[in-house]
């Protein structure tokens, strides 16, 4: 496909198109490799938009003026290359440039969000999901508060995004349509892949119940699949849900009203065994976050952060204290950097924020390790923008069918289950003076890089962190010649070789 631009806005509308029809000819999946960050552009630093890309694996963190900005609520989606496509913060959707998508203005109409024109405050208010076999469509779910008295929502809408529209910057076709009429729990909007690898379950809760609404999300649009009443009661709450990586287990977590896991059933969208705890402290919270195996949960309340293990015999038990606030102020306002929602990012590691508009995240480096191996690190990123809260609620895009499940049907690939046993890597620039990158599909696990010289002698191993696509290599001083690069996941790897020559 050949592109034609002209100078300005025009050119890089254009530009963007190309990028998009590439971007879903080769993929067909949304990534969740840019966070987005940031707010009030229009006032001096430390104000201003900040992005945290994770696309070569690990963390960059730059600064950006943009219209829109971030509060709480936050979702967006974005190409192959790590460009963003569309944004929210429950206010209004957002175009690759920042600036308000044509129609794209008045979402959650009403008096709260009247109240917060630069974003909301509620988590996972928002969802961004790409509309299975449509490579120019998206959906936004999303709910504002409804009820001031109770705090809860009582519609779930449903926004539509066509990026054909605007040459390629998108546009709002359909807007707050309500999909359900009922009083909701606040937020807790999150959705996993259907086992056929194509569609989708999205959820919500019933207040005052212990009933999940289930939704599909297919080619033939988002309906109601059906609800189920399983768990606790929940009153009006806060707090988030999640997914482990693979789909097969919930986590529902506000500690004034306690915490249950749960399996899921990708094939059905139906949950089964619930396991739950309590809590008498009295303390508020919080964040929710599976370790990149799934085995591990990370729960946040005010002032701390807890560990359980998803696969003991006794939830509750399982419990391990692994961090508790350290008294760390922000430098001004001072505003502490205590504990709140938590995300699992590309990188393999959790971030989590710190309940105030502060320049610093937490990390737990090493989710996958019991206890406090798990090495959890408290303001460990300083940003250069202040932050509110607005990690951004992203479902796992790059998980793919259940091989072997009766719903495994379709024969198509999207992601994890169904790549080749034997992926296809590729370096470039080749030839190259010694800086390359290498390009190489999601694979949902931790793969382990190593380049040699033909003769087999070790120049560089490195661990390329979950869902990574692309890894940058600087070999330094070495000898003109072919290089052979391997990347191993487990049972699967992949090869390609290298030609340095001098500069």
Partial sequence: MKCRTKPGRAARAALLFCMHASWFSSLGQGLNNLWLGGFESYAPPPFGGVDLQFLTGT??????????????????????NGNVMLSTNGVFIANSMGDTMANGNGLNPGTYVNQYPGGIYISQGALV????????????????????????????????????????????VGKNISILDDEINLGHLTAIRHANGRDWWALCHKLNTTTFYRYLVSPSGISLDG????????????????????????????????????????????????????????????????????RFLYITDVFNVYQYDT?????????????????????????????????????GKIYIGTGNST??????????????????????????????????????????PIDGSVCDSLGINTGVQEISMSPRISAYPNPSAGAFTLNYPSIGQTGLLEVRDLSGRMLLQERLAPWSQVHAIELGQVSEGLYNCRISWGVRSASTRIMIVGP
């Fill in 59 to 80: 963390l960059s963190i730059s600064t950006v003026s943009r219209e829109i900005g971030f509060k709480r609520t936050s979702a967006n989606i974005s190409e192959a």
């Fill in 129 to 172: 999901l790409p509309k299975p076999a449509d490579s120019s469509q998206f959906y936004v779910l999303h709910m504002t508060i409804d009820n001031s008295v109770d705090i809860n929502a009582e519609h779930l809408l449903l926004t539509t995004v066509d990026m054909s529209l605007d040459g390629g910057l998108g546009g709002v």
């Fill in 227 to 294: 609800m189920q009443s399983i768990g606790m009661l929940r009153p009006p709450d806060s707090g988030q849900v999640c997914f482990s990586p693979d789909g097969s287990k919930f986590a529902y977590y506000w500690r004034d009203h306690g915490l249950e896991v749960f399996q899921f059933d990708r094939c059905t969208g139906l949950f089964s065994a619930p396991a739950a705890v309590t809590y008498t402290d009295g303390e508020l919270g919080g964040g929710a976050a599976f370790s990149p195996n799934g």
């Fill in 311 to 347: 696969e003991a015999p006794d939830l509750a038990a399982s419990m391990v204290h692994i961090a508790q606030w350290d008294s760390t102020y922000s430098p001004f306002p001072p505003l502490a950097t205590l504990f709140d929602i938590a995300q699992l990012a590309p990188d």
């Fill in 359 to 400: 320049d610093k995240l937490h990390v737990i480096h090493s989710p996958d390790s019991a206890g406090l191996a798990c090495n959890i690190e408290q303001h460990g990123i300083a940003l250069p923008r202040y932050f509110a809260n607005s990690l951004p609620n992203h479902p796992n895009y790059h998980l793919g």
